[in-house]
């Protein structure tokens, strides 16, 4: 029962010409890095710890920079790894420190995503490429009677067939790139929550008495 439908798929990716191989090499490269940002991404949701994340920032509100930074040692977390980063650095500048980590963590969110993109503009182009080639196929048999019929229909077959899956490929592409970029867009603004807090939290128990200066200047720099 199986064989049917697949003989159906084989036959009709042959009808689409010879463009119908690249047009397949996108959607097997789209699709591999689809994967390996889906990977990426359940990933980092299962080490992020947001209640670690409140001790943390409680910590640091009241000045108790060794729990914060325990913490931070003590986990994968990309949000504590970050606070580490400022508090290492907290001599210089914690604000940039945690900054210039958090773009490190947004470069790592966006990699390869422009393969994504590049296949859902390259799809549909090598699709328009095979209709064009179908159909200058097809009016290359105008002129033979006998060959003109099937010749022409065929022609027009292919560069249906070639459109249709340049165009669905670039659908199937376009669905979890904006799903990716959305998310990669809210990785962005809760890093910069986080760092705006964490600072503010610094500053708060400054005001307080605490001194992550001073608490910095005995902790190796990271």
């Not at 990309?78 to 907290?90: R, T």
């Not at 328009?128 to 060959?147: A, H, P, R, Y």
Request: proline letters at 4%.
């Amino acid at each position: 029962m199986l064989t049917v439908p697949a003989n159906i798929v084989v036959e009709t990716f042959i009808e689409g010409g010879w463009v119908m191989w690249p047009i397949l090499a996108t959607f097997f490269l789209a699709l591999c890095v689809i994967l390996d940002r889906l990977v990426w991404w359940l990933r980092l949701k299962s080490i992020v710890r947001p209640s670690l994340h409140e001790e943390a920032r409680q910590a640091l509100g009241t000045g108790d920079f060794e729990t914060a930074w325990r913490l931070s040692q003590t986990t994968t977390d990309p949000y504590l790894k970050n606070l580490a980063e400022g508090m290492g650095h907290a001599r210089t500048s914690m604000l940039a420190a945690m900054q210039l980590d958090a773009t490190h963590l947004i470069e790592k969110s966006e990699a390869r995503m422009w393969v994504i993109s590049t296949m859902i503009t390259l799809a549909p182009l090598l699709g328009l490429f095979g209709t064009v080639v179908g159909i200058m196929g097809s009016f290359s048999f105008v002129g033979d009677e006998q060959l003109a019929a099937e010749k022409v229909s065929g022609g027009i077959a292919e560069a249906l067939i070639a459109t249709a899956a340049g165009i669905g490929i670039a659908i199937v592409c376009l669905l979890p790139y904006n799903f990716f970029r959305k998310r990669v867009a809210l990785l962005r603004g809760s890093l910069e929550r986080w760092i705006n807090h964490c600072e503010l939290l610094v500053h708060s128990a400054k005001e307080h008495g605490h001194d992550l200066e001073a608490f910095a200047s005995r902790k190796p720099c990271p």
